[in-house]
């Protein structure tokens, strides 16, 4: 008989926006991100996340359709709260939309969104994604505080940020992991599935895919990193690996 408090399959999300940021370094079209879909797809990766960002640094516009086309995996698209990428969205429907704050000046996302302090502007923007039916989920510290503000605007999906912990050793790094893990508890207590990424490796995945109640982990740039050295499908093939074994 299966123990009904063991955990579940946890799902891996792919981010392939670092294999445009090769392809636009140059110009043209290769490397192509839509080989990497492809691949993902076909070596036990779970989603595709790509991240259009303002200023069209890695993935383009018209990557989203080319994306969509190439495979039945979920895309999950990575926006920032604006009208521009809220209509973006409504237009190419992705099966989830994840709002994460974005600065121009940065080299990737730092830390989580403040839904708490950004409450009255994101509000319209989450009904207008639940509406059309895309799975909206926010992209945040794990922070009860911020938590509960992804409550309060009905995202049913949060993706805690654990960009805290990857750069964490020792005690300072167990006292996150304990955050984040009763912080996923809390989000499942509410209703709301909780995901993570950003900063994950080979060498800390582990103790994050152990938690429970955790659905699914979004990793993308130490993939496309590793890819470099022993190709795509065996990076991924290897984070699914470690992955399963921690659950």
């Known amino acids: 008989m299966s123990d009904p408090a063991a955990p579940g399959p946890l799902r891996l ?6 294999v445009a940021t090769i392809r636009n370094a140059r110009g043209g079209d290769h490397p192509d991100p839509v080989r ?7 070596c036990g990766g779970d989603g595709i996340t790509a991240h259009l960002r303002e200023d069209r640094r890695h993935i383009r516009d018209e990557d989203l359709a080319r994306i969509q ?28 939309a994840c709002i994460v704050p974005e600065k121009r000046e940065e080299r990737t996302t730092e830390g989580g969104l403040d839904a708490a302090g950004q409450h009255n502007r994101l509000v319209p923007i989450v009904s207008r994604l639940n509406d059309a039916g895309i799975r909206v989920s926010l992209f945040i510290e794990p922070d009860e505080r911020q938590l509960e503000a992804a409550r309060l605007l ?24 304990r955050k984040i893990a009763a912080m996923s508890a809390l989000a499942v207590d509410m209703g709301i599935e909780p ?15 152990a938690i429970p109640q955790l659905a699914e982990l979004n990793i993308g740039h130490y993939l496309i990193g590793e890819a470099i050295f022993t190709g795509l499908e065996a990076s991924v093939r290897r984070m699914r690996d470690l992955m399963d074994a921690a659950r």
């Open 154 to 177: 009905g995202a049913p999906v949060v993706e805690f940020h654990t960009g805290e912990y990857a750069n964490l050793t020792g005690d300072a790094q167990a006292a996150e992991l």
């Open 195 to 209: 995901h993570a990424g950003h900063g994950l490796t080979y060498e800390n995945v582990q103790p994050i895919a």
């Open 13 to 18: 999300g792919v981010n392939i926006d670092h």
């Open 36 to 42: 990497a879909v492809e691949i993902v797809s076909a």
């Open 69 to 96: 086309a190439a495979t039945d995996l979920p895309l999950n698209l990575e926006m920032a709260a604006t009208d521009e990428m809220l209509a973006i969205a409504l237009r190419h429907q992705p099966h989830a």
